[in-house]
C-alpha cells in the first residue's frame, strides 16, 4: 500500500481513502504525492503527526494556503520546511523571520523579501549569514557589506552567489583568508 499511496498515477478516490490510514507510513506517503489532490494535503497538514505534516511541508505541490497556516506549527521541523518552501507566501516568511528556530531557512529562501533579508544580515549566527549571501535575492549592498564580516566562511560563501557583482569577486580574490581568496580565483 506504501508504493500505491506514493504513486502519482493512484486515484484522487484511492489517496483520500489512504489519507485516513492507521498506518503513519502510508499517511507519510500520500504526504509526499506531488499528485495529493490539495483537500487530502489540507486534511494531511492537521495530521497529529508532526512526520505527517512534515511531508506535507515538503511535497513541492503543497500551496502557499496550507503552508501558511503550518508556519504556525508547534513543531520546529515543520516550520523549517515551510520556512525553506518555494511556495511559502512572502508574508508567511516575514512573520517566520521573527522565528529564531527557522532563521536559515527563511534566509535562504529566495522569495524572502530583500528587506527581511537585509534585516537578517546584522544576526550574530554565521548560518544565517552563509544562508543570505548564497541567497540569489541578496542585495549586493548586503554582499558587500557582508565581504567585510569577520568569518571567513561567511565571506567564502558570497562566492557561490550566482548573482554576485563581479566587482566583489575581484575584491575578494585579494582578501586576508587563504580559502576566500581561492574560491574568489575559480570563480572567475
Known amino acids: 500500500m506504501i508504493e500505491e499511496a506514493k504513486d502519482p498515477e493512484t486515484s484522487t478516490e484511492r489517496l483520500e481513502e489512504l489519507a485516513t490510514s492507521d498506518n503513519i507510513q502510508i499517511r507519510q506517503a500520500v504526504a509526499q504525492n506531488s499528485a495529493a489532490p490539495h483537500h487530502v494535503l489540507e486534511k494531511l497538514s492537521m495530521d497529529e503527526s508532526e512526520f505527517v505534516r512534515v511531508r506535507v511541508t515538503a511535497n513541492i505541490a503543497t500551496p502557499s494556503s496550507i503552508l ?20 511559502t507566501s512572502k508574508e508567511m516568511l516575514v512573520k517566520l523571520s521573527e522565528d529564531e528556530s527557522v532563521l536559515s531557512w527563511v534566509a535562504g529562501n529566495p522569495n524572502t523579501p530583500t528587506e527581511v533579508l537585509d534585516r537578517l544580515s546584522r544576526h550574530h549566527d554565521p548560518f544565517v549569514l552563509i544562508s543570505i549571501v548564497v541567497n ?41 583568508s587563504e580559502q576566500v581568496r581561492e574560491a574568489a580565483l575559480q570563480k572567475k
Do not use: C, M, W
Open 68 to 87: 501558511d497556516r503550518l508556519g504556525h506549527d508547534e513543531n520546529a521541523f515543520v516550520r523549517e520546511f515551510v520556512a525553506e518552501h518555494p511556495n
Open 136 to 176: 540569489p535575492a541578496v542585495s549586493s549592498e548586503t554582499l558587500y557589506r557582508l565581504s567585510r564580516h569577520e568569518d571567513e566562511n561567511v565571506r567564502a560563501a558570497i562566492l557561490k552567489n550566482p548573482t554576485v557583482p563581479q566587482s566583489l569577486v575581484k575584491k575578494l580574490q585579494s582578501d586576508s
